[in-house]
């Protein structure tokens, strides 16, 4: 079992790119989530998905998009990356409801 | 939207001590988990918490549920140099759809 694999580990990016960070766990769990990572501020929930064709938004949405065409999978999109995303990004997953979550590895991006 | 408070921001101890470190909620949780964070990697699970009351060790890790389930918090007995790191602590609330984390404790260890 690899857990959740997220790609890439580093990126940096010039304001305006658009890219896709991707995020993978072959636990079969039905939830997944991005989170951010920023000093003193802990993780912040950005996009959610309960299961295959089901997102929400979490506390900062705006900049972002996400999809889960499959269990597997959860990508999170930025659009038009802007300086203010500079931050470390977690892919979590869950089995199922009020249970733990289990995380990547991080993906570290820098946007100048 | 639900927000966790945690306390201490950060902790300098000398090694040897004990450390402790809550978080309360405005709102009730249905679960309290504690996770721990080391340098360039993502966060790792201590301790869960399921029930109001409920108390649970993991080694010199101990975590209570509050009462009110508006509270946890994480003690560490007898720390060591391999203690330090970030701790936060994470619950879910009503609907259990959104795990939401508290700001982190940053702990160092003088040895």
């Known amino acids: 079992n690899a857990g959740v694999t997220q790609t890439p580990k580093f990126q940096v990016l010039k304001t305006g790119q658009s890219m896709t960070l991707q995020c993978a766990q072959d636990?079969?769990?039905?939830?997944m989530s991005w989170y951010r990572q920023d000093p003193g501020m802990g993780l912040r929930l950005i996009h959610y998905?309960?299961?295959?064709?089901?997102?929400d938004q979490g506390e900062v949405p705006n900049g972002y998009n996400v999809s889960r065409s499959t269990t597997e999978d959860f990508p999170l999109r930025l659009l038009s990356a802007a300086p203010s995303q500079t931050s470390v990004y977690f892919c979590?997953?869950?089995?199922?409801?009020?249970?733990?979550?289990?995380f990547g590895q991080g993906t570290r991006l820098t946007v100048v | 939207g639900q927000q966790l408070n945690q306390s201490p921001q950060s902790m300098f101890i000398q090694e040897g001590e004990d450390v402790s470190m809550n978080c309360t909620s405005s709102?009730?949780?249905?679960?309290w988990l504690w996770y721990k964070q080391d340098p360039g990697e993502g966060p790792v699970l201590l301790i869960a918490?399921?029930?109001?009351?409920e108390l649970t060790s993991n080694g010199r890790l101990t975590a209570q549920f509050g009462i009110t389930r508006k509270d946890s918090f994480l003690n560490i007995s007898a720390s060591i140099p391999s203690d330090v790191g970030i701790y936060f602590c994470?619950?879910?609330?009503?609907?259990?759809?959104?795990?939401?984390f508290g700001a982190g404790t940053i702990l160092r260890v003088k040895s």
């Open positions: 979590a997953s869950r089995p199922n409801l009020n249970t733990e979550a289990f």
């Open positions: 636990m079969n769990h039905e939830y």
């Open positions: 998905s309960v299961g295959a064709g089901i997102t």
């Open positions: 709102s009730i949780f249905n679960t």
């Open positions: 918490l399921y029930k109001a009351g």
């Open positions: 994470a619950g879910h609330g009503e609907y259990g759809n959104k795990l939401v």
